[in-house]
Nanobody
Framework: QVHLVESGGGLVQTGGSLRLPCEAS????????MGWFRQVPGKEREFVATITYLARTYYADSVKGRFTISRDNAKSTVYLQMTSLKPEDTAVYYCAADSRKYSGGTLEVTDVGSWGQGTQVTVSS
């Protein structure tokens, strides 16, 4: 089991930027894909981005070109750099760890083995 701790959320104006770090502990970080999801009240948790153990990245269409996911295996940390933020990006953002070792594809909710506690991102118009 892996323990995930996110940070970096907050309030930002439209067009602004935020970086969300997520530090993992408890298992070999480099062998697993990591991802970010987000959720607003009353809606299902939705995929934002994932990075495989080989650092291949996948993004939701709604964030492509604005968000960047990256990982630092030496620090067991995954990052989500968010730029050109929009009010519709407002949500609780969750860090996620894949339950499958050496997975090279996208990350679905059903593939997630561990979740972080979530961090609120609010984009004001």
């Amino acid at each position: 089991q892996v323990h995930l701790v996110e940070s970096g959320g907050g309030l930002v104006q439209t067009g602004g930027s935020l970086r969300l770090p997520c530090e993992a502990s408890g298992r070999s970080f480099s062998m697993y894909a990591m991802g970010w999801f987000r959720q607003v009240p009353g809606k299902e948790r939705e995929f934002v981005a994932t990075i495989t153990y080989l650092a291949r990245t996948y993004y939701a269409d709604s964030v492509k070109g604005r968000f960047t996911i990256s990982r630092d295996n030496a620090k067991s940390t995954v990052y989500l750099q968010m730029t050109s933020l929009k009010p519709e990006d407002t949500a609780v953002y969750y860090c996620a760890a894949d339950s499958r070792k050496y997975s090279g594809g996208t990350l679905e909710v059903t593939d997630v083995g561990s979740w972080g506690q979530g961090t609120q991102v609010t984009v004001s118009s």
